[in-house]
């Protein structure tokens, strides 16, 4: 069984809580793209972690962990990341842990070069995390970057990095006339953050296809959403890779295995954090409302997310990209103080209503059309089963489920791991 568990609009929708929850019953996790520009939160009987790097199955004991070759590894933060987690308590050995020989190095001149240009921008940015991502992404294809397999081999990383450097520096010090990046600094670098990874890294390729042939439980994280997706998201306000489930056996390592199901998840009102076109918007004090019940502020950057209501065009072309086999349908627990549940249902464009996800200047031109459901204004957080949900809430999934084309199988009422119900 191979699933791929995805986010259906801009990210932020509960993918580490959900990987969590349903983790226990897979073998192995896979985080297939992306670094460490998002975060996981997750909250179990062991307490609150918050993941950047490391797959959100790490946190069961008995679940094999693996950093696919899609993934981009700042090897500072990845450290730093299992420092934290070991601190709480975690166990984390290279039984548990697989880091991909192919995946990529995330060097500090990539996030120096990402943070130099959010600064040229101005007010014209992107919205980077910073973290270095879309610069290391650009080295990867045009084959200047380093591999993480390049640690076990040191001293050639160190023939070719002064000419890397020679290279960065053109933009860096000539270009945006920083400081040099100098090789002294980069070797103790890879050395002091490089070398306690080494037993870690192996041919997760390898490793995964063995385990695919003898029918093992293979689960892929995915991190961000469809509209972050560097093809099919709200372009240029994506990230630099690919966060569609469709990616996840080639991210993983495994191209020539094919999925058997792609979980959607899906928050019932909307979030965004980062710069781009969220039509949904809320503003004022509807909008700060909704951001201080969800807690809605960024898990890697702890910026506050754009908040709206459930976005029906969004949420069906999410779908619809992720090849979602069912939905998993979280913080619903959030909307119980509203008397009416602001739905976002169309779409108004040059004056005319649309009910398809458009693109460029039409998506960033687009106003929302809103309708409103009744609230069900009830505390469900210990509802466990779905005769328990009241009417009203019912009624919303069942809205929600029929508008977006997909059948809903979990619901979370909470961030405890057991806060949640199954519908079928």
């Not at 062991?46 to 962990?65: A, D």
């Not at 991909?100 to 995390?129: N, Q, V, W």
């Not at 969800?294 to 969004?314: H, L």
Request: glycine share 10%.
């Amino acid at each position: 069984m191979l699933t791929a568990i995805v986010g259906i609009n801009w990210g932020d929708e509960g993918k580490g809580r959900m990987v969590d929850l349903l983790s226990s019953d897979y073998d192995i996790v896979v985080r297939y793209q992306g670094g460490n520009n998002a975060g996981h939160t997750v909250v179990n009987e062991r307490g609150k972690f918050i993941l950047n790097l490391l797959p959100s199955g790490i946190l069961r004991p008995e679940t094999v962990n693996v950093m696919g070759p899609g993934m981009v590894i700042d090897i500072e933060h990845l450290c730093g990341e299992i420092g934290r987690l070991r601190e709480q308590g975690i166990e984390i050995s290279p039984e548990h842990l697989k880091i991909s020989d192919r995946a990529t190095i995330c060097m500090p001149y990539h996030k120096l070069l990402d943070c130099l240009e959010e600064d040229r921008l101005g007010d014209a940015k992107f919205g980077s995390t910073r973290r270095g991502i879309a610069p290391v992404y650009a080295d990867k294809y045009m084959k200047k970057a380093f591999r993480m397999g390049d640690l076990l081999h040191m001293d050639e990383i160190f023939e070719r990095l002064p000419a890397i450097l020679e290279w960065k520096n053109l933009t860096i010090h000539k270009g945006y006339g920083a400081p040099e990046v100098q090789f002294e600094d980069i070797k103790n670098w890879l050395i002091q953050y490089g070398t306690p990874l080494l037993p870690y890294i192996t041919d997760t390729t390898a490793y995964l296809d063995t385990a695919a042939e003898a029918d093992k439980k293979i689960m892929f994280e995915a991190q961000l959403g469809i509209m972050r997706d560097i093809d099919f998201g709200i372009y240029p306000y994506t990230s630099s890779s690919s966060t569609i489930a469709g990616y996840a056996p080639v991210g993983a390592g495994i191209p020539g295995r094919k999925l058997d199901c792609s979980i959607g998840i899906l928050k019932a009102y909307s979030s965004c954090v980062g710069e781009g076109p969220f039509t949904c918007e809320l503003f004022g004090e509807k909008g700060d409302e909704l951001r201080e019940a969800g807690g809605e502020y960024g898990a890697a950057t702890g910026r506050p997310r754009r908040v709206g209501g459930f976005d029906v065009v969004a949420s069906r072309y999410g779908a619809r990209i992720q090849g979602a086999t069912y939905i998993a349908l979280t913080k619903l627990d959030v909307l119980s103080y509203l008397p009416k549940l602001p739905v976002c249902v169309a779409y108004e464009v040059n004056g005319e209503r649309t009910e398809n996800f458009p693109q460029g200047k039409a998506l960033t031109d687009a106003k929302p059309i809103y309708e409103y459901m009744d609230g069900f204004m009830t505390d469900i957080s210990g509802c466990r089963t779905k005769e328990e949900l009241p009417e009203k809430a019912l009624e919303y999934i069942a809205y929600i489920e029929k508008a977006v084309g997909c059948p809903i199988k979990y619901v979370s009422v909470g961030p405890e791991r057991e806060q949640y119900i199954t519908m079928f």
